[in-house]
């Protein structure tokens, strides 16, 4: 069982920036994918990037040239920086690990942007 803990959420303002974290509890080095994932009030879950295990990098289009995900196999950690953030990015944000059978989810971590 694999636990995943995101930080770095909270309050900016328009135009500012964030950086995630997802710290994973045991080895990411073998997965499927490693993405960030969001959901709004109201709104289902979307993805907004991915890295597939061959290093194929997928953004939501929303999100094209402000966030970049990356990843960091000797500490286990995925990130995602979020620059030029906007009101319509306020969301809970998720972590999510593939394995071929199996699937793990951070807590979420909460991003407001203020406009």
């Known amino acids: 069982q694999m636990q995943l803990v995101e930080s770095g959420g909270g309050l900016v303002q328009s135009g500012g920036s964030l950086r995630l974290s997802c710290a994973a509890s045991?080895?990411?080095?073998?997965?499927?994918?490693t993405g960030w994932f969001r959901q709004a009030p109201g709104k289902q879950r979307e993805l907004v990037a991915q890295?597939?295990?061959?290093?194929?990098?997928n953004y939501s289009s929303s999100v094209l040239g402000r966030f970049t995900i990356s990843r960091d196999n000797a500490k286990n950690t995925i990130y995602l920086q979020m620059n030029r953030l906007k009101p319509e990015d306020t969301a809970v944000y998720y972590c999510?690990?593939?394995?071929?059978?199996?699937?793990?989810w951070g807590q979420g971590t909460q991003v407001t942007v203020s406009s």
């Open positions: 890295i597939s295990n061959s290093g194929i990098i």
């Open positions: 999510n690990v593939e394995f071929i059978v199996q699937s793990y």
């Open positions: 045991g080895s990411i080095a073998s997965t499927k994918s």
